[in-house]
């Protein structure tokens, strides 16, 4: 699995000093789903707008392919257009006039090509279904087309590595459902995936590698399956095991089932 991005010793302070991230150390790889754990403040957006290029580190590299990241323009654009960032609140991403413009503003911003624009214009829009919405102004759309919006607008950037933070916030069930449908295609397609979430359940049976963060520090990089057996881990994060965990811990179901459909073909089995 090839390496995309890879933090060393990276930290982070706002301006009253207050430490936000210390000496977090990760690498993120192509093709790979990452979720991304930990109650408010615990330095999971900071740690996002680190990789993005947004905010600068107090200390720490930063290395994309490999290749070590310094703090001027170039490398920063460099990084933005590698790593795209999905911010929480839609609103605060969507600034034109339709939903065609919004998902076109970055690849013009790029100065490529008009037909290289139309092409990423078409394929972001495609991913993300939202062909009946191109002429319709993003602002008045459901917080659920909002979201599938603003996906496209960095999918048009054709980034590398997606970071999306709190994805199904404020989502309704349906919309909820077709979000994790569009990841799933999109990380068939080789896309690295990276979800912040409060949700342990969606990172259970989503996940392959879980990341927990808490009061700033990496306190855990490991699969699912031993992420939620730390009862420790979890007591001292503010964490709760997966419904699914825990069901499949009552019936000694060893691994727990990942889905309701495992369950029940193990069940039946």
């Given amino acids: 699995m090839r390496e995309l991005l ?23 790889y192509a093709g790979q789903r990452v979720a991304v754990l930990g109650n408010n403040g615990a330095g999971k957006s900071t740690f996002f707008l680190c990789c993005n290029g947004v905010l600068r580190p107090s200390a720490g590299d930063i290395y994309l392919d490999g290749e070590r990241l310094g703090s001027k323009n170039p490398d920063r654009s460099r990084l933005r257009r590698a790593v795209g960032l999905v911010f929480q609140d839609p609103d605060t991403q969507i600034i034109a006039g339709t939903v065609e413009a919004e998902v076109s503003f970055g690849p013009m911003n790029l100065r490529l090509p008009r037909e290289e624009v139309r092409r990423r214009v078409d394929d972001a829009v495609e991913n993300l279904q939202l062909e009946d919405f191109r002429t319709r102004p993003p602002h008045y759309l459901s917080g659920g087309e909002k979201k599938r919006v603003s996906i496209a607008d960095v999918l048009a950037m054709e980034p590398e590595l997606l970071l999306l933070d709190e994805p199904a916030a404020s989502l309704d069930p ?14 068939r397609r080789g896309l690295g995936l990276v979800i912040a979430t409060h949700d342990v359940d969606f990172a259970w049976r989503w996940a392959e590698r879980v990341l927990v ?20 881990l979890l007591k001292q994060c503010g964490l709760q095991q997966p419904t699914l965990y825990q069901v499949g811990r009552l019936l000694r179901m060893d691994p727990p089932p990942r889905t309701v459909e495992e369950l029940a073909a193990r069940r039946t089995n």
């Fill in 213 to 232: 963060f808490s009061g700033g520090t990496l306190r855990a990089d490991a699969a699912p399956e031993r992420v939620f057996a730390d009862d420790a």
């Fill in 6 to 28: 890879r933090l060393e010793h990276l930290s982070y302070s706002y301006d009253d000093d207050r430490a936000a991230l210390t000496d977090v150390s990760v690498s993120l």
């Fill in 174 to 187: 349906a919309n909820a459902r077709l979000l994790e449908q569009n990841l799933e295609l999109l990380g």
